[in-house]
């Protein structure tokens, strides 16, 4: 599954797919998942890595 793939629970997958669903990035139908907004994903992909990024970054300074 895609949550075990991740590493995640499913529910937690399935919370954020329907948030994206709301949001128009994708679509949900039984079992199938749509891409609506390739380029928004994207753009969140990138922001999500700089921000994770960012904070390791900060733990890693506050362990010195």
Known sequence: TIANHLGS?????TR???????EG?????????TIL??????????????FFCNIKRILHLSEL
Request: proline letters at 0%; a positive charge.
């Open 25 to 33: 990035l994708v679509k949900l139908s039984r079992g199938k998942i």
């Open 37 to 50: 907004d390739s380029k928004r994903l994207e753009t969140l992909q990138r922001s999500l890595k700089l």
């Open 9 to 13: 629970h499913r529910e937690v997958i």
């Open 16 to 22: 954020m797919l329907r948030y994206f669903q709301g």
